[in-house]
């Protein structure tokens, strides 16, 4: 039936047109879509099949889909929550080979081999047989599902172990370093493959950051995943300072230097996508750290409601944000996902009649609309003077990355006093705490009153994992916890992910924001300027109508998507 490749750029053949012809007939025969919306997908000229283009405009969902080709082709269908794949099995073809042919060989069986796939039509399960050189037994799985399945049984990271002994046979550390610098042009060199592994594994299980680091006699990688560290491998102390200077050449950083903290930076392509990896090493106690924040340009911007704001407040931001000037800040920790909500909000104001403009350390996603400055101290371009610069550029709307210092916050309130909209980023607890930052830093409080539109708070939250809800009675302290900000039993009762393969066994998937919207009407700007409290500032913003970020946590525990255990671990504020 479907035979191409998902990322096959070469034009429709005539098979494919036909396997398509063939899915949609039966999709029509099933009721799942209708007659006039098959010819108007048959006549666009695609690389990718129907089935992923009926999946991603949706007007299947993928469960129905594979129950309809399960059913045609009396074939059973596969639960990969908790399936293991066996070695022996997944041998028999190489990764490249099961992404094309959208497969993955489960188990042996007699002389045969049970093969998960997309499309168990006869023809495509002949050539799964020709390219396994068994028998074929087809399961049906989603596309999801075989993605999955394909990162859990190929494993970036899974050879690294024949690489270390490969490193440690030929020689130790002391040739190992001296040909250290010529490491990027010998890419079959064992610690070469280490770090490649390293990167593509953890782009594929969605980590935001690699931790390298050295820890008694052995080496250790982490991944942060959704926010929380996990160990991924254990490597000997010997090819620690090989990994760490591979990391230093990707990154142009100086290999020599072990005794000062260094930063650098490293793009490349990783399985199609276009990856931007920020890197920093730093001296520690048995030799040097290194973390890699791993950025994907191919993300989109992401819209405010799909961040997880409440429709009504992402209305509201959405007006605030269109002012024809003033400030609004976003506040959080690091790692609350502020840039992602900066670079939201630029989408809702990008426009061919504004000229936007940015300034930020570093620039994390680019995008071809929008201008953007990039902190580079040595030569003198700081958040100040590159500020300042771009008050001389004609800027509608600014983005400030992050308020560091006075002289920084300074400037960015007369900007917005001055007839621009400002957008910036600020350290603080939550939404009224930033104001009293700024209150802190030394801006006077006429300046915030009048400059200030509005501070947004936020924090990420782990989705519980649809795959492996169940459900649990919650501790006598999550109870506790949840009744004193009114949080009631979801509809469905307490549930929560017990570990399966699609969240690496965490109970939780992908992340979820949270937010607390401040918009400084009148009442808070006499506030700011008698310099009240915080406690009574916080007092009047509930009173008109704010909802702090613990009462927005428990709306997403009443409505299941997370749980108490996660909001608890999260926002950690004191409540007032």
Do not use: W
Request: negative net charge.
């Amino acid at each position: 039936m479907f035979k191409r490749r998902r990322s096959d750029p070469t034009p429709v053949t005539n098979e494919a047109a036909e396997a398509d012809r063939r899915l949609g007939d039966l999709l029509v025969r099933q009721g799942l879509i209708s007659s006039e919306l098959l010819e108007q997908e048959l006549l666009i000229e695609s690389a990718k099949p129907l089935d992923e283009r009926l999946v991603a405009r949706h007007a299947v969902d993928e469960e129905s889909l594979a129950a309809v080709l399960a059913k045609e082709f009396d074939a059973s269908r596969q639960d990969f929550r908790t399936i293991s794949p066996e070695p022996d099995a997944t041998a028999l073809l190489t990764v490249r080979r099961a992404r094309t042919l959208r497969a993955v060989p489960l188990f042996l069986k007699d002389d045969g081999v049970v093969v998960a796939v997309v499309d168990p039509a006869p023809e495509h399960i002949a050539m799964i047989s020709e390219a396994v050189g068994r028998p074929v037994t087809a399961v049906v799985g989603t596309q999801r599902d075989l993605e999955y399945a394909l990162d859990i049984s190929y494993r970036a990271t899974q050879e690294v172990n024949s690489q270390v002994h490969e490193f440690e046979v030929a020689d130790a550390l002391r040739r190992e370093t001296a040909r250290m610098q010529n490491l990027e042009v010998n890419e079959d060199a064992p610690v070469v493959k280490v770090v490649q592994s390293i990167i593509t594994q953890a782009l594929r299980d969605r980590a935001s950051d690699i931790h390298i680091e050295p820890s008694g006699e052995r080496v250790r990688v982490r991944y942060r995943i959704d926010g929380a560290l996990s160990d991924i491998l254990d490597l000997p102390t010997s090819i620690g300072p090989g990994l760490v200077s591979r990391v230093k050449i990707l990154a142009n950083m100086n290999i020599v230097e072990r005794r000062r903290p260094q930063d650098g930076q490293i793009s490349t392509t990783i399985e199609g996508r276009e990856v931007d990896i920020r890197v920093s090493a730093a001296p520690v106690v048995g030799g040097e750290k290194v973390v890699m924040r791993v950025l994907d340009k191919s993300r989109p911007l992401y819209d405010l409601p799909k961040l997880g704001m409440p429709g009504d407040m992402a209305d509201r931001f959405r007006m605030l944000l269109h002012s024809p000037y003033g400030m609004v800040i976003c506040a959080g920790p690091t790692g609350a996902g502020k840039t992602t909500t900066l670079y939201a909000s630029l989408g809702e104001l990008n426009s061919p009649e504004r000229n936007l403009m940015t300034i930020e350390d570093p620039v994390e996603y680019t995008f071809d609309s929008i201008n953007q400055i990039q902190i580079n101290e040595q030569a003198g371009v700081t958040f100040a003077n590159g500020l300042r610069s771009i008050l001389r550029q004609d800027p509608d709307v600014i983005l400030v990355g992050e308020v560091r210092d006075v002289e920084t916050a300074r400037i960015a309130v007369q900007s917005a006093l001055t007839g621009h909209f400002v957008l910036s980023s600020l350290h603080a607890t939550e939404a009224v705490s930033a104001v009293h930052r700024l209150l802190d830093m030394g801006i006077e409080p006429f300046l915030i009153a009048s400059s200030v539109t509005a501070v947004v708070a936020q924090r990420l939250m782990r989705r519980s994992c649809r795959s492996c809800l169940e459900s649990y009675t919650p501790t006598p302290e999550e109870m506790t916890f949840l009744e004193s900000f009114g949080g009631r039993e979801p509809a469905r009762g307490f549930e929560r992910g017990t570990g399966c393969n699609f969240c690496a066994h965490t109970g939780y998937m992908d992340r979820v924001g949270v937010y607390e919207l401040l918009p400084v009407s009148q009442p808070i700007r006499d506030l700011i300027l008698d310099r009240a409290p915080h406690d009574k500032m916080r007092e009047v913003a509930r009173a008109e109508g704010m909802r702090t970020l613990q009462e927005q946590a428990i709306r997403l525990v009443e409505s299941g998507v997370t749980t108490a255990a996660e909001v608890m671990r999260t926002i950690y504020m004191v409540a007032v």
